[in-house]
């Protein structure tokens, strides 16, 4: 009912930038809060960053000052600016939005998300 698209991922260098776009589409009648997580190979899913509607944001020790999410309202659309990236970074990163829909209550829905891959 609510489909999440992911796009922006690749391979940089150290050093590097990608900015992350996930677009919201289906029987959207509000999205609240929307946020990027990320998972590496053997360890488990992070929270990376959150934004709520009115573009209030939080974001992970390990990201701060290097990462900056927003998000365009009108387009159902969240953008992840990720700047300084180390090898640690390299994951997939998914984008979780938490939406009513109509005719029907609140839930999750996650996009399947984008391989970030940070190496010389």
């Known amino acids: 009912q609510v489909q999440l698209v992911e796009s922006g991922g690749g391979l940089v260098q150290p050093g590097g930038s990608l900015r992350l776009s996930c677009a919201a589409s289906?029987?959207?009648?509000?999205?609240?809060?929307m946020g990027w997580y990320r998972q590496a190979p053997g360890t488990q899913r992070e929270l990376v960053a959150v934004?709520?509607?009115?573009?209030?944001?939080n974001y992970a020790d390990v990201v701060k000052g290097r990462f900056t999410m927003s998000r365009d309202n009108a387009k159902n659309t969240v953008y992840l600016q990720m700047n300084s990236l180390k090898p640690e970074d390299t994951a997939v990163y998914c984008c979780?939005?938490?939406?009513?829909?109509?005719?029907?209550?609140?839930?999750?829905?996650w996009g399947q998300g984008t391989q970030v891959t940070v190496s010389s």
């Open positions: 979780m939005a938490n939406v009513r829909i109509i005719f029907a209550g609140t839930a999750d829905y």
């Open positions: 289906g029987r959207i009648l509000r999205i609240n809060d």
């Open positions: 934004i709520t509607t009115g573009g209030r944001t």
